[in-house]
């Protein structure tokens, strides 16, 4: 209905409010007509609340705007509810777009430093949002590739634990991937393991000087420690074992503990490294079942670190006093008279990556290579060279020994370690060793690993090395020596 000027005084005083607050009628203009004071401020009144109320149910931003800056038309009241009307329109928005478009079309500072704040807020969160999602993108991910190396068992022990303990993964879903029977040894681990004493290698001097010394040479975590465990624990088990009481049988005693496996305890806990840069002598002697005399076993197990020692020695390196006094000792060892065996264990899991102190197993193989020839270590006492590739258990299909000789030759005639294989077997044919003058190459597995840290232990290559040694060791006859070490082990 539109205001009729010949009816005005038949209407009351919400429809006159109405009429004003369409703009149909100003309240000056009701004024001239003759409407009294309190009518006015009665109109007056419900006009303010009818704005008010207009503008609490807007959702038109501009609309909002253009009333705070009507200072003409709309009270101080009014616009001051506009304006926290607007804010909160604000801060309701979350299309920056959107607020650019009303940032252009604003002239009022105050707007326009809140939606500034709104867009920051905006940007905060989207930024907050997608770090959220790529994190559980990730999360995600590394749980896939957990389970799926959980599968495989290939992902170490430690990492199960450190997520079971941290409620990252339960036991239950581990259970949905690997046996209960292997869960329980990886949980067990850490109170299982054992790590062998601290030993060192005893002056020449001090080392039987009839028998026939066999070293064995391997880099840190080449599997040549869990490699002598295997044999000493074979020899106890599948062969007429005499350890020599002394120097080295405490540390032979449990290396041979850790590859022992019962119905109990059906897996082998590995050993982790040793923390000690040890060099250990562990005679021993063996013999085959129904033969008559033993072999006595001059066993030096060398240090993976004392090929860092050989190469900073050979680079004109500074060498620790402790590594000097064992390097040293050492090649007062390999200058003996004494007939010698030299077993060198390459892991074929390693590959030929860099180490902490970014060198390569090639370079400490090499400059143990240029030691060998600089201090003539094969020239007079060897008898025997040999090359082993270790862990063989983990070449994809191939599960027979004759088969990982058969890769192990073809991986030592192959780039990186044909070049040590070489020097190995120019020595060979200078020195005439090993018979034909060629480097004998074997494979060698301690059993399946699981996890980096138990073992379904097979002593069939620790056999095959039991019996390597045994052909390059003669038997001792009833000697004088022989005589004294039979008394002394009763």
Same mark, same amino acid.
């Given at each position: 209905?539109?205001?009729?000027?010949? *009816?005005? +005084?038949?209407? $009351?005083?919400?429809?006159?409010?109405?009429?004003?607050? #369409?703009? @149909? =009628? /100003?309240?000056?203009?009701?004024?001239?007509?003759?409407?009294?004071?309190?009518?006015?401020?009665?109109?007056?009144?419900?006009?303010?609340?009818?704005?008010?109320?207009?503008?609490?149910?807007?959702?038109?931003?501009?609309?909002?705007?253009?009333?705070?800056?009507?200072?003409?038309e709309?009270?101080?009241?009014?616009?001051?509810?506009?304006?926290?009307?607007?804010?909160?329109?604000?801060h309701?928005?979350?299309?920056?777009?959107?607020?650019?478009?009303?940032?252009?079309?604003?002239?009022?500072?105050?707007?326009?430093?809140?939606?500034?704040?709104?867009?920051?807020?905006?940007?905060?969160?989207?930024?907050?949002?997608?770090?959220?999602?790529?994190?559980?993108?990730?999360?995600?991910?590394?749980?896939?590739?957990?389970?799926?190396?959980? *599968?495989? +068992?290939?992902? $170490?022990?430690?990492?199960?634990?450190?997520?079971?303990? #941290?409620? @990252? =993964? /339960?036991?239950?879903?581990?259970?949905?991937?690997?046996?209960?029977?292997?869960?329980?040894?990886?949980?067990?681990?850490?109170?299982?393991?054992?790590?062998?004493?601290?030993?060192?290698?005893?002056?020449?001097?001090?080392?039987n000087?009839?028998?026939?010394?066999?070293?064995?040479?391997?880099?840190?975590?080449?599997?040549?420690?869990?490699?002598?465990?295997s044999?000493?624990?074979?020899?106890?088990?599948?062969?007429?074992?005499?350890?020599?009481?002394?120097i080295?049988n405490n540390?032979?005693?449990?290396?041979?503990?850790?590859?022992?496996?019962?119905?109990?305890?059906?897996?082998?806990?590995?050993?982790?490294?040793?923390?000690?840069?040890?060099?250990?002598?562990?005679?021993?002697?063996?013999?085959?079942?129904?033969?008559?005399?033993?072999?006595?076993?001059?066993?030096?197990?060398?240090?993976?670190?004392?090929?860092?020692?050989?190469?900073?020695?050979?680079?004109?390196?500074?060498?620790?006093?402790?590594?000097?006094?064992?390097?040293?000792?050492?090649?007062?060892?390999?200058?003996?008279?004494?007939?010698?065996?030299?077993?060198?264990?390459?892991?074929?899991?390693?590959?030929?990556?860099?180490?902490s102190?970014?060198?390569?197993?090639?370079?400490?193989?090499?400059?143990?290579?240029?030691?060998?020839?600089?201090?003539?270590?094969?020239?007079?006492t060897?008898d025997?060279?040999?090359?082993?590739?270790?862990?063989?258990?983990l070449?994809p299909?191939?599960t027979?020994?004759?088969?990982?000789?058969?890769?192990?030759?073809?991986?030592?005639?192959?780039?990186?370690?044909?070049?040590?294989?070489?020097?190995?077997?120019?020595?060979?044919?200078?020195?005439?060793?090993?018979q034909?003058?060629?480097?004998?190459?074997?494979?060698?597995?301690i059993?399946?690993?699981?996890f980096?840290?138990?073992?379904?232990?097979?002593?069939?290559?620790?056999?095959?090395?039991?019996?390597?040694?045994?052909?390059?060791?003669?038997?001792?006859?009833?000697?004088?020596w022989?005589?004294i070490?039979?008394?002394?082990?009763?």
């Amino acid at each position: 209905m539109a205001f009729d000027y010949k *009816k005005f +005084e038949s209407y $009351s005083d919400d429809e006159l409010t109405d009429f004003v607050f #369409k703009n @149909e =009628i /100003s309240i000056s203009e009701l004024k001239d007509l003759g409407i009294g004071r309190n009518q006015r401020i009665y109109i007056q009144s419900k006009l303010e609340q009818l704005k008010s109320n207009e503008i609490n149910n807007s959702q038109d931003i501009l609309f909002l705007i253009t009333v705070m800056n009507n200072s003409d038309e709309y009270s101080d009241e009014v616009r001051e509810i506009a304006h926290q009307k607007t804010i909160d329109i604000i801060h309701e928005i979350t299309k920056v777009s959107e607020l650019n478009e009303i940032f252009q079309s604003c002239n009022n500072s105050k707007i326009k430093d809140e939606i500034d704040k709104q867009i920051l807020s905006i940007n905060a969160k989207t930024a907050e949002e997608e770090r959220r999602n790529q994190e559980e993108e990730r999360q995600r991910r590394e749980l896939d590739s957990f389970l799926e190396r959980l *599968k495989d +068992e290939t992902l $170490s022990g430690a990492l199960i634990r450190s997520k079971k303990n #941290k409620g @990252e =993964i /339960s036991k239950e879903v581990i259970l949905n991937y690997i046996s209960e029977e292997k869960l329980n040894a990886v949980l067990d681990y850490p109170n299982k393991v054992r790590t062998p004493p601290k030993e060192n290698l005893p002056k020449a001097s001090e080392i039987n000087n009839n028998a026939k010394q066999i070293f064995f040479w391997g880099s840190p975590k080449s599997g040549k420690t869990c490699t002598v465990a295997s044999l000493l624990s074979t020899a106890e088990s599948d062969f007429s074992y005499r350890p020599i009481n002394g120097i080295g049988n405490n540390y032979a005693n449990v290396l041979k503990s850790i590859f022992t496996v019962t119905p109990e305890e059906p897996y082998v806990f590995l050993p982790g490294r040793n923390p000690f840069d040890l060099n250990v002598y562990m005679p021993f002697e063996i013999k085959k079942s129904g033969e008559k005399n033993y072999r006595y076993i001059s066993l030096i197990d060398l240090s993976g670190e004392i090929f860092e020692a050989i190469y900073y020695k050979t680079n004109n390196l500074p060498l620790h006093a402790e590594k000097e006094e064992n390097l040293n000792n050492l090649s007062e060892l390999l200058s003996t008279p004494n007939k010698k065996a030299h077993f060198f264990f390459i892991d074929y899991s390693v590959g030929n990556k860099p180490d902490s102190l970014g060198m390569r197993p090639t370079d400490y193989l090499n400059a143990a290579a240029n030691y060998f020839q600089t201090n003539n270590i094969f020239k007079h006492t060897t008898d025997n060279l040999y090359l082993v590739l270790t862990k063989a258990d983990l070449i994809p299909g191939l599960t027979n020994q004759s088969q990982r000789k058969a890769y192990a030759e073809d991986f030592f005639n192959k780039a990186p370690y044909r070049s040590f294989k070489d020097s190995l077997e120019n020595y060979c044919k200078q020195f005439s060793i090993n018979q034909n003058g060629k480097i004998i190459i074997e494979a060698s597995s301690i059993g399946n690993v699981y996890f980096e840290e138990i073992c379904d232990f097979d002593n069939t290559s620790a056999k095959s090395l039991i019996e390597i040694l045994l052909e390059i060791t003669k038997p001792e006859k009833n000697s004088l020596w022989s005589r004294i070490i039979n008394f002394l082990n009763g």
